[in-house]
């Protein structure tokens, strides 16, 4: 099946820092990625929509500022977390489904744990 | 898309079936019954997905009922590696359409 990879899977960084997380689509081109948040034994929580060659649809309270997605080509979303804070760890997964894409099944990335200290 | 109710937690036998149900009784009529599973701190994983009739694949069989208003999940053969959160979600068509994740069911699977 398809395959979506997210790199990286865990970084640790200090508060103000900017974090870079790449998600692709490995053997499928992906006009329309997801971006979703996990926090600790809760559900996914999805925080924008990644539309290749324009902006991405953010959900209502996600700041879009501080959490900046780029989808500059069919297999590559990234999600960029800048001046992060320690409210900011979480675990992050990205998905994505085959094109062209009816009733399809959506593919996950394994995840990006992110604990900002 | 549609609200899903699922029971919070469930154990099950290894080697016996596993039926994990769901409510979804505001689905619409292009709406699709997906479900997804969860280990622990890794991406869902796809299991199977329905929209009418039942349907099984290699890792589990989906039971729609003809009202569509609720479903099962069964994994008929359950194992320890089986043990994850399983998420029950309604969705529309289109690959714009992201799903909506509920707060699933901790199916503990016990030797």
């Known amino acids: 099946g398809a395959v979506v990879s997210q790199h990286p899977s865990r970084v640790i960084c200090k508060s103000g820092t900017s974090v870079k997380i790449e998600c692709r689509s490995l053997d499928f081109q992906a006009t329309t990625m997801f971006w979703y948040r996990q926090f600790p034994k809760q559900s996914l929580m999805l925080m924008a929509t990644?539309?290749?060659?324009?902006?991405?649809?953010?959900e209502q309270g996600v700041e879009k500022d501080k959490f900046l997605i780029n989808h500059a080509s069919l297999t590559l979303s990234t999600l960029t977390v800048t001046s992060a804070h320690p409210e900011d760890s979480s675990f992050y997964i990205c998905s994505a489904r085959d094109r062209p894409a009816t009733n399809e099944k959506l593919f996950f990335g394994s995840g990006t744990q992110l604990s900002v200290l | 898309d549609a609200k899903t109710t699922q029971p919070p937690s469930m154990d099950c036998a290894e080697g016996r079936a596993a039926n994990l149900p769901c409510n979804h009784s505001?689905?619409?009529?292009?709406?699709?019954v997906y479900w997804y599973r969860q280990i622990h701190s890794q991406g869902p994983q796809y299991i199977i997905h329905g929209l009418k009739n039942n349907e099984t694949n290699e890792m589990a069989s989906l039971i729609i009922t003809e009202d569509r208003k609720s479903s099962t999940l069964i994994l008929p053969h359950a194992t320890l590696r089986d043990t994850a959160v399983y998420y029950c979600i309604v969705g529309g068509s289109g690959s714009a359409r992201q799903l909506t994740f509920g707060s699933g069911t901790q199916l503990t699977v016990l030797p």
């Open positions: 990644s539309n290749e060659g324009s902006k991405a649809t953010y």
């Open positions: 505001t689905i619409s009529g292009n709406e699709y």
